[in-house]
């Protein structure tokens, strides 16, 4: 009997340990997603602003709004 309960305690801990790295993985991934967006955001921004031809600044004020 002693044993089976310390099999259960332990697979709950295993289970709750696994839990949290997932969150944690789960977490890093929005965050790199996020980070992502933002650096090709820039990117975009950088290119257009770079082009002499065009006057992006004045037809296309939306993309310099920083989200």
Same mark, same amino acid.
């Given at each position: 009997?002693?044993?089976? !309960?310390?099999?259960?305690?332990?697979?709950?801990?295993?289970?709750? $340990? /696994? *839990?949290?790295?997932? =969150?944690?993985? /789960?977490?890093? !991934?929005? *965050? &790199?997603?996020? /980070?992502?967006? =933002?650096?090709?955001?820039?990117?975009?921004?950088? &290119? $257009?602003?770079?082009?002499?031809? %065009?006057?992006?600044?004045?037809?296309?004020?939306?993309?310099? %709004?920083?989200?």
């Amino acid at each position: 009997m002693e044993e089976s !309960i310390k099999k259960i305690r332990k697979r709950k801990k295993n289970i709750r $340990l /696994a *839990t949290d790295v997932n =969150r944690r993985h /789960a977490d890093m !991934i929005r *965050t &790199e997603s996020n /980070a992502r967006k =933002r650096r090709s955001h820039i990117q975009v921004v950088s &290119e $257009l602003v770079d082009n002499q031809n %065009i006057d992006y600044k004045k037809h296309m004020p939306f993309l310099f %709004i920083h989200k």
